[in-house]
């Protein structure tokens, strides 16, 4: 099945700063969905990119699915308190019907 | 239900001793998935389940680890002697059966299982 790689590992943002996670899929994928955990908590789902080059918006959140479907980033615009936790992006194959997790990007910020 | 349940929220377990988890997936949901997760690490992928089949269970990572799931509803994950590094949150994710727009897991709040 399809690695996913996802960078940085961790990002440490100043409040009001803008910051953008990277992901990298070893093959090309059918979607790509992002999930963000907060701390002690458990993945909740944000979005998902099915498109070439598809751009989505959630508020400050910027998803992007690259032309080829192996990449994938989010950008997120002046970052809050409540942007606190790790985002996983998470691939799934053309023939395989399960998501591969990215090991993540933990975010925290300096108020 | 309204969302993913799973039980225990807790577990606390002697080396080699044997283990069930659980998990009740949203109604309608007929995908299940089960994941684990390390502390501090990622999702590593254990098995899938489209309504009472396992097509993939090629992340099962030994034959200590087996799942059922009766019909399209609840899910065990069982783990037999276990190990400590069997320690980590076991996550149970369901979906509906097809991708599409905004369609995405919904997970469950895990068992932290810890092996002593």
């Known amino acids: 099945g399809q690695q996913v790689m996802q960078i940085p590992q961790y990002q440490h943002v100043q409040e009001g700063e803008d910051f953008t996670t990277y992901c990298n899929s070893s093959t090309t994928l059918s979607n790509i969905q992002w999930y963000k955990q907060r701390p002690g908590g458990h993945p909740v789902f944000l979005i998902q990119?099915?498109?070439?080059?598809e751009v989505k918006k959630q508020k400050r959140l910027t998803f992007q699915f690259g032309e080829a479907k192996k990449n994938s980033s989010l950008h997120i615009t002046a970052t809050q308190t409540t942007d606190v936790g790790t985002y996983f992006c998470?691939?799934?194959?053309?023939?395989?019907?399960?998501?591969?997790f990215g090991a993540g990007t933990t975010v925290t910020v300096r108020a | 239900g309204a969302g993913v349940s799973q039980s225990p929220s807790n577990k606390v377990t002697e080396k080699g001793k044997d283990v069930e988890l659980r998990c009740d997936p949203i109604s309608g949901h007929t995908a299940l998935y089960w994941y684990r997760q390390r502390l501090g690490q990622g999702l590593e992928f254990l098995i899938y389940?489209?309504?009472?089949?396992?097509?993939?269970k090629s992340g099962l990572p030994s034959d200590r680890f087996s799942a059922e799931r009766t019909g399209e509803s609840v899910s065990t994950l069982t783990i037999q002697r276990t190990q400590q590094e069997d320690s980590a949150v076991y996550l149970c994710?369901?979906?509906?059966?097809?991708?599409?727009?905004?369609?995405?897991?919904?997970f469950g709040s895990g068992t932290r299982l810890t092996v002593v």
């Open positions: 994710a369901s979906s509906l059966p097809v991708t599409g727009p905004n369609y995405g897991y919904t």
């Open positions: 990119l099915v498109k070439s080059g």
């Open positions: 389940f489209q309504g009472n089949s396992a097509p993939d």
């Open positions: 998470a691939g799934e194959g053309s023939n395989d019907y399960k998501l591969s």
